[in-house]
């Protein structure tokens, strides 16, 4: 079954809503970590809206599993990571005005930016991730530029209630994944990634681990972490 990543960037959006204390994004992730999380997510955005430098220096320390610290492709953040040094990077678009992550890298008209990126990460000790749409030019783009792995935006099939779009959705990420996995990346998916729709994305053979945040932290907040994180696994293993 593929693993679980848990992203827990909305524990330090609450927190910054009121500049306090808490909650705090590390104790969730060691909570997380309880609930069975095979990895903690965060993103280090340029604004730090939410996660705060100090909050991924400590994670770093904290994490008994494995960090993945989602970035922007700037030397800003780059300089971060190779101080820092999560298990892994995935870099990620970032506008400053959107809500979320909105699309995925064009990795194909931005190659020659990321492959020194790529290149500076690896040499340091850090596995690199591109996020990006579930489409095979990207996917193979991304071999090219020497990356270690994709994670396929799964925002297509999420977003969608119509049954016969969501059944395309879903035969496109497949798809790409088989791509991926034949190339030799390791493949990770999420976006709107939740406990209803999950089981489609996790029976997909090809998928390494899913990245999930918004969904786990909403029911987290009505019934703790360790067990919404425990919730989503078994949404997962239903592969429904």
């Known amino acids: 079954m593929a693993q679980l990543g848990v ?6 959006t609450v927190r910054q809503a009121r ?35 100090r ?9 008994t599993t494995r960090l ?33 992550t909105e699309g995925g890298l064009d990795v ?14 690896r040499e340091g000790g850090i596995r690199v991730s591109l996020f990006v749409d579930p489409e095979l030019d990207q996917v193979k783009e991304a071999y090219k530029i020497d990356a270690d792995a994709v994670e396929l935006n799964t925002a297509s099939y999420t ?19 088989r791509h991926g996995r034949k190339l030799g990346l390791r493949v ?22 899913l990245n999930i945040g918004h969904s786990i932290v909403a029911r987290a907040v009505l019934i703790g972490m360790e067990r919404a994180v425990r919730e989503m696994k078994e949404s997962m293993a239903r592969r429904a």
């Open 159 to 177: 977003e969608t209630q119509e049954p016969r779009a969501r059944q395309a959705a879903l035969r496109k990420l497949a798809d790409a994944a």
């Open 108 to 121: 194909v008209l931005n190659s020659a930016q990321l492959r020194p990126l790529i290149r500076t990460l």
């Open 55 to 63: 909050d991924v220096e400590i994670l770093r320390k904290v994490v």
């Open 19 to 53: 500049r306090a204390s808490q909650p705090d994004p590390v104790r969730a992730a060691v909570l997380a970590e309880l609930g069975g999380a095979d990895g903690i997510t965060v993103h280090l955005r340029a604004d730090r809206r939410h996660v705060q430098e």
């Open 7 to 12: 992203k827990i960037d909305h524990i330090a």
């Open 188 to 209: 990770h998916a999420g976006h709107g990634l939740d406990y209803g729709n999950v089981g489609a994305i996790a029976a997909v053979a090809e998928i390494d681990e």
């Open 68 to 100: 993945n610290l989602e970035l922007a492709a700037t030397q800003e953040m780059l300089r971060i990571a190779l101080t820092i040094k999560p298990d892994q990077v995935s870099l990620v678009p970032e506008r400053r005005e959107e809500l979320t």
